[in-house]
């Protein structure tokens, strides 16, 4: 689940190679975002069944992917599969927000039940759902960050949620 490929960028100075992977459209702006880095390989896959060989990572991480897929369980054995002896496995879920406001526990809370509701739909659902959800709520979240950011306001990305992640990002960043 490489998403836009920020995590990647971020490791390839660290790695001799990088493997960026994800089943979504997301590989799309994760290529672009690390064209410019050469150790860095953007691949489209379902972690169920990964176009990888067994037993070649000494690292895998994955960062906000395991809560929302359909057998988490599954996934895992996947990942590991992949390890080399000796390998590691790092496994975030995600970040419960408890120095934020309610409000963005709660909007957390209705994304979270989303994604499990997206996960088990059919394919042909996915882009509309998400296209609902980015122009629907995420852009207006954004546009609100950047009016109160524009008026003056401090602190905007800790009152606006979603905003420190998605200003200045295109709809289809967004949208992945």
Known sequence: GCGMGRWAYHLAPRASRVIAFDLSFAVEPAYRNCYEVDNVEVIQGDIFHPPLRRASFDFIYSLGVMHVLPDPSEAISSLKSLLAENGQLLIYTSYDLENRPQYFRLLKRSVDLLRQLTARAPAFCSYPIAFAVAGGIYLPLVYLGTLLESLGLHDVERRVPLY??????????VLN
Do not use: P
């Open 164 to 173: 420190q992640a998605y200003r200045g990002k295109s709809f289809r960043l």
